[in-house]
Nanobody, 119 residues
Framework: VQLQASGGGLVQPGGSLRLSCAAS????????MGWFRQAPGNQRELVAI???????NYADSVKGRFTISRDNAENTVYLNMNSLKPGDTAVYYC??????????????WGHGTLVTVSS
């Protein structure tokens, strides 16, 4: 199973970005998909997560500004980020708990995508 993330970049404070992450491989089902981020000198932290029932959970710091969604048919998760702040600057990582034909249930990480919020 591979996770392919895209959508990072440079944006001014108050701006918006949309991250995407597509899972591919011999997937039976996806239990949850989510986004984590890691800023320089900080530990990796949960940003948002969505399960197979579309239940969501957000970090307090992004509630009301970020929205996570998923397309089950495409095995893709999205993160719409609005009202971005310099404190949102980090490398964002896609995460998924996947049941695959090959190894059963396991957790996977995508490569990071850099989000920089700066004027």
């Amino acid at each position: 199973v591979q996770l392919q993330a895209s959508g990072g970049g440079l944006v001014q404070p108050g701006g918006s970005l949309r991250l995407s992450c597509a899972a591919s491989g011999s997937i039976v089902s996806i239990h949850h998909m989510g986004w984590f981020r890691q800023a320089p000198g900080n530990q990796r932290e949960l940003v948002a997560i969505i399960n197979h029932g579309d239940n969501t959970n957000y970090a307090d710091s992004v509630k009301g500004r970020f929205t996570i969604s998923r397309d089950n048919a495409e095995n893709t998760v999205y993160l719409n980020m609005n009202s971005l702040k310099p404190g949102d600057t980090a490398v964002y990582y896609c995460n998924a708990k996947v049941d695959s034909h090959r190894v059963g249930i396991s957790t996977y990480w995508g490569h990071g995508t850099l989000v920089t919020v700066s004027s």
